[in-house]
């Protein structure tokens, strides 16, 4: 027996398909999008219709993945919001939230995109934590510690005590040996001389054979947690991270950075690659607002106006002040 009986406006409607029976309170509300309580177990809780058609802003996949160095990747696992109305960009969640709006909301591009463009532009970013990015990412520990350094993301991440860390390390090209930066104490400079370039790679083999050491310990009794410790930084570990948007462009402002150390610059802009084309209004706006900008300091903006130098006698702001100079054309 198949039987359904609906009315709507609050009456309460009884369903009857194959000897099984529900009830179902089904209203419309006032905007004319359709609720109902049907399968919740629950009369308090209203599920609300869709009164759009919903996309998959990953296309139905389980996982974006781009590889890194010859064992590193980010991947992207998830994304909220993960469905979007046709037409539509996961944009449109930082335009619902900024306008404290329900549904699609506005169904002009145009305005949304002017919008998100007045927040990036004057720092309103609250909006932006409306959206969050899920990755699993596989990166050497070194550069996991550089990472970890932006503490506004949850993460887990691989245990060397619960298991055996893989016997996975990372080696750079010889290009990507270089030297230490004369002027940026934290960073590298030009490629070192191949001699030495190929010694530290000599030193590098050196450190990867402790691995076979470190598993036949382990498989003699000694504690895994203490075992790890014989492991260079080298060795490569995994983690998922879960982050806000806005905190996400924070950490690619400065992680692709052509002063970030190169290694993460390529995890940096490997995840960009991955949310830009879920948030391309947002993505464009960062461009423009923020990754390809420039901050001037109230001394420099003084210079531009006389034309006289910078007023500091410090050798390093100087120098900044010299670097942004050429940037600008202005000499």
């Not at 309103?124 to 996991?144: D, Q, R, S």
């Not at 010694?199 to 009794?221: C, M, N, P, Q, W």
């Not at 003084?302 to 120098?319: F, H, M, Q, V, Y």
Request: proline letters at 4%; aromatic letters at 8%.
């Amino acid at each position: 027996m198949s039987k359904s009986t609906l009315t709507l406006a609050g009456a309460r409607a009884t369903c009857e398909t194959d000897g099984m029976s529900s009830d179902t309170d089904t209203q419309v509300t006032g905007d004319g999008t359709t609720t109902t309580n049907q399968g919740t177990g629950d009369d308090r809780i209203q599920r609300v219709a869709p009164d759009v058609a919903f996309k998959d802003v990953m296309n139905g996949d389980s996982r974006w993945e781009i590889p890194i160095h010859e064992h590193g990747f980010v991947a992207l696992v998830d994304s909220m919001p993960r469905l979007v109305p046709e037409g539509q960009t996961a944009d449109s969640a930082i335009v619902q939230a900024a306008r404290v709006s329900y549904g699609a909301g506005t169904k002009k591009v145009n305005e949304d995109r002017g919008l998100i463009r007045y927040l990036l532009r004057h720092r309103h970013t609250t909006p932006l934590e409306m959206i969050e990015f899920k990755f699993h990412i596989a990166m050497p520990i070194f550069v996991a510690r550089q990472w970890i350094r932006h503490r506004t993301a949850n993460v887990n991440e691989y245990s060397a005590r619960y298991s055996i860390m893989p016997d996975r390390f990372y080696r750079p090209s010889i290009d990507n040996v270089r030297k230490q930066s004369t002027s940026n104490r934290q960073g590298g400079d030009e490629p070192m001389d191949v001699g030495t370039a190929e010694e530290f790679l000599k030193l590098l083999e050196d450190s990867e054979a402790l691995y076979s050491r470190y598993h036949d310990l382990t498989e003699k009794g000694v504690a895994r947690e203490i075992a790890r410790a014989a492991l260079p930084v080298s060795v490569f570990t995994e983690w998922y991270w879960k982050c806000d948007l806005h905190n996400i462009l924070h950490f690619l402002s400065l992680r692709m950075d052509k002063h970030a150390q190169i290694e993460i610059r390529d995890y940096a802009t490997a995840m960009y690659d991955l949310i830009k084309g879920i948030v391309p209004i947002t993505c464009e706006a960062f461009e423009d607002y923020r990754l390809n900008a420039m901050h001037l300091t109230s001394l420099e903006i003084e210079a531009i106006r006389s034309g006289t130098p910078l007023d500091t006698t410090n050798k390093r702001e100087i120098a900044e002040w010299e670097a942004k100079r050429a940037d600008l054309g202005l000499g």
